[in-house]
């Protein structure tokens, strides 16, 4: 059983002319047999793919589309807002949603005194999402405090985080003046220094190392 | 096969006939004449084996299913072995209940709460069947867990069974994403904090959490395609992908057989197995 005798190298040659095989043209290395196997299993993947591939790109698809509303909505008249109150209005984020989608925002006039950063938005629109895990926060005027429900996240007056799981501020939104009327339009995160970043999800870091394990989203 | 497969029951086997009762015997005065009744049972006796024949004949099915319900199990096998049983037979009812509630459920988000209570004050036993299923979801769980805690106390993930382990902690995860995909479908309060909550645990984790929570609720808001997703997910994925689980999950089961339990195996290693 050597296996350098002539007919078993003959066996094992790579052309198919040599292994003896009937009808084999001269240099051909794959078989017939083995061209339709290959060709059919080349054919289902092909076609399995064809529905695979679109369903699952369809399925995929809004976590790479930018799904943010792009909508102004009005609040409020201009006087009904000062420096040292938040006033709650109640936002649509999703309208098809119905109740589920509306979202309760806490207005106030930006003081310049206090609210050094971001002087390009004339009031101030905290969101009431928490940024531990988006439970609602509710505004304490006796302690001047955020207080969430869910988990004991506690904020400052200007969404700092004061105590809690929460990673980062409250996000905010961005607000505009038209027509003596207050406009709330899109939300967008803050680090601890109070910088503007595109809206993340709660309990995205936005400090220190942590920030470049959350990377902003296409969807946002 | 005939090594493996375990012999025919005695209720299965065809009797033999007695001296006397054969038919074409009957004339000539060694037997008695077979009543009517007698009749009637031989008939329909034979009737069933010839059912049984003709199927058997065209699928085969007679050594697997015998090798499958009347294979050896060893001795001292004991009602904890029924967990795994106990968690198939709550699948089948959260498969059943779950197949009727959505005759009415409506998984836009005007409609899903008002179809749900409907379902649970309006529709005939809508309350029981609704009942059954969300306390099932309960049942199933715990269930799960304790055939799995039964599995890990006896040993039986150990060699040659470790693929079967995995297959289990695969269908756990499943049975949770069940769970979690059938909270938010009521659409009442709970249902939708405990989502927003729980799709934010999923953005909590690094680099791909962002994006795990932006295919969960399909955009960056749970909203309407959050809850056809979640109901598409629960109603046709998750258990399609459950049920095919299962059928590997036995099929390992009927091959490797089951473990005898630990405290059998140091006292008379040659005895514990047992015929039924």
């Known amino acids: 059983?050597?296996?350098?005798?002539?007919?078993?190298?003959?066996?094992?040659?790579?052309?198919?002319?040599?292994?003896?095989?009937?009808?084999?043209?001269?240099?051909?290395?794959?078989?017939?047999?083995?061209?339709?196997?290959?060709?059919?299993?080349?054919?289902?993947?092909?076609?399995?793919?064809?529905?695979?591939?679109p369903s699952l790109g369809f399925a995929v698809a809004p976590?790479?589309?930018?799904?943010?509303?792009?909508?102004?909505?009005?609040?409020?008249?201009?006087?009904?807002?000062?420096?040292?109150?938040?006033?709650?209005?109640?936002?649509?984020?999703?309208?098809?949603?119905?109740?589920?989608?509306?979202?309760?925002v806490y207005v106030r006039k930006r003081d310049p005194k206090s609210d050094k950063k971001n002087a390009d938005i004339p009031y101030v629109a905290i969101s009431n999402r928490c940024a531990h895990l988006g439970c609602p926060v509710?505004?304490?005027?006796?302690?001047?405090?955020?207080?969430?429900?869910?988990?004991?996240?506690?904020?400052?007056?200007?969404?700092?985080?004061?105590?809690?799981?929460?990673?980062?501020?409250?996000?905010?939104?961005?607000?505009?003046?038209?027509?003596?009327?207050?406009?709330?339009?899109?939300?967008?995160?803050?680090?601890?220094e109070l910088d503007r970043f595109s809206p993340r999800d709660p309990s995205n870091h936005l400090d220190g190392l942590w920030q470049y394990l959350y990377p902003s989203r296409p969807s946002t | 096969m005939s090594k493996l497969t375990p012999p025919l029951p005695k209720f299965l086997r065809p009797a033999p006939k007695r001296p006397g009762q054969d038919p074409a015997r009957n004339g000539n005065g060694n037997g008695h004449k077979p009543s009517t009744g007698d009749q009637v049972k031989e008939g329909a006796a034979e009737g069933k084996a010839q059912?049984?024949?003709?199927?058997?004949?065209?699928?085969?099915?007679?050594?697997?299913?015998?090798?499958?319900?009347?294979?050896?199990?060893?001795?001292?096998?004991?009602?904890?072995?029924?967990?795994?049983?106990?968690?198939?037979?709550?699948?089948?009812?959260?498969?059943?209940t779950g197949v009727f509630l959505a005759m009415y459920y409506d998984p836009s988000t005007s409609r899903a709460y008002d179809s749900a209570a409907y379902i649970t004050n309006e529709v005939f036993l809508g309350e029981l069947v609704r009942g059954m299923h969300k306390w099932g979801a309960t049942v199933?769980?715990?269930?799960?867990?304790?055939?799995?805690?039964?599995?890990?106390?006896?040993?039986?993930?150990?060699?040659?069974?470790?693929?079967?382990?995995?297959?289990?902690?695969?269908?756990?995860?499943?049975?949770?994403?069940?769970?979690?995909?059938g909270y938010l479908l009521p659409f009442d309060q709970r249902a939708l904090w405990a989502t927003v909550v729980a799709v934010n645990i999923n953005a909590s984790s690094p680099i791909f959490g962002p994006y795990l929570a932006d295919f969960l609720r399909g955009g960056a808001e749970v909203g309407a395609t959050t809850l056809t997703r979640f109901y598409a997910l629960h109603m046709l994925l998750i258990p399609g992908l459950i049920g095919a689980l299962i059928g590997a999950h036995l099929y390992l089961v009927a091959k490797l057989g089951t473990t005898a339990p630990p405290w059998l195996k140091a006292e008379k290693k040659d005895l514990n197995r047992e015929e039924i």
């Open chain 1, 1 to 53: 059983m050597a296996s350098d005798s002539p007919k078993q190298s003959r066996r094992q040659s790579r052309y198919t002319a040599e292994r003896d095989m009937p009808g084999a043209f001269e240099g051909e290395t794959v078989t017939r047999r083995g061209l339709m196997t290959g060709g059919a299993m080349a054919v289902g993947g092909i076609a399995t793919a064809a529905f695979a591939i």
């Open chain 1, 63 to 104: 976590m790479l589309k930018d799904s943010t509303a792009d909508t102004w909505q009005d609040v409020g008249a201009e006087e009904e807002f000062d420096e040292t109150a938040y006033v709650p209005a109640v936002m649509n984020i999703t309208a098809e949603a119905g109740d589920a989608g509306k979202h309760t």
């Open chain 1, 138 to 192: 509710r505004y304490i005027q006796a302690s001047q405090r955020f207080v969430c429900p869910c988990h004991g996240g506690i904020y400052e007056a200007d969404g700092k985080v004061a105590g809690g799981p929460p990673v980062r501020p409250l996000d905010r939104f961005y607000t505009r003046v038209r027509a003596g009327r207050v406009e709330v339009g899109d939300r967008f995160s803050l680090n601890a």
């Open chain 2, 51 to 96: 059912v049984v024949g003709w199927l058997d004949e065209r699928t085969g099915a007679s050594p697997l299913l015998r090798a499958q319900l009347l294979r050896k199990v060893p001795k001292g096998t004991n009602w904890f072995y029924a967990l795994g049983s106990a968690t198939l037979f709550a699948f089948m009812s959260q498969t059943v």
């Open chain 2, 140 to 181: 199933m769980v715990i269930l799960i867990f304790l055939h799995m805690g039964r599995t890990f106390v006896f040993g039986a993930y150990k060699y040659p069974r470790e693929l079967n382990w995995v297959i289990g902690v695969v269908l756990v995860v499943l049975t949770l994403a069940m769970g979690l995909t």
